[in-house]
């Protein structure tokens, strides 16, 4: 299955990622900043460039993918207004997901 992890290079993404490859999925994930994720041991990873507080970036990432983990916040940019993001980050994901014919989101 092609699994789209966002947070990845978070704790729970960061752990979650090798745990999915080593039960034989095709793994992408999602990518503020793709930097972030080099050095990590990841073995047939695709990492896609995007950000969910920018909608038209996400349509690409969604391409073939069937189900996602959802595991962004937006509390590193400031307290002052991060519920007003995070409802707006998951917005964009969901339309983007809904749009693109991805099965199923799981969030904690």
């Known amino acids: ?24 999925h095709d793994v992408i994930c999602l990518a503020r900043d793709p930097d972030r994720s080099a050095g990590r041991a990841w073995q047939n990873v695709t990492i896609r460039r995007g950000d969910v507080l920018d909608y038209a970036t ?11 983990y959802y595991l962004v916040h937006s509390m590193a940019e400031g307290a002052r207004g991060f519920e007003e993001r995070d409802d707006h980050a ?3 994901f969901g339309k983007a997901a809904h749009e693109a014919g991805v099965r199923r989101i799981m969030s904690p």
């Open 58 to 68: 996400l349509p690409p990432v969604m391409d073939g993918v069937e189900a996602a």
């Open 90 to 92: 998951a917005r964009n």
């Open 1 to 24: 299955m092609k699994i789209l992890v966002t947070g990845a290079t978070g704790y729970i993404g960061g752990r979650l990622v090798p745990r999915l490859t080593a039960a034989g």
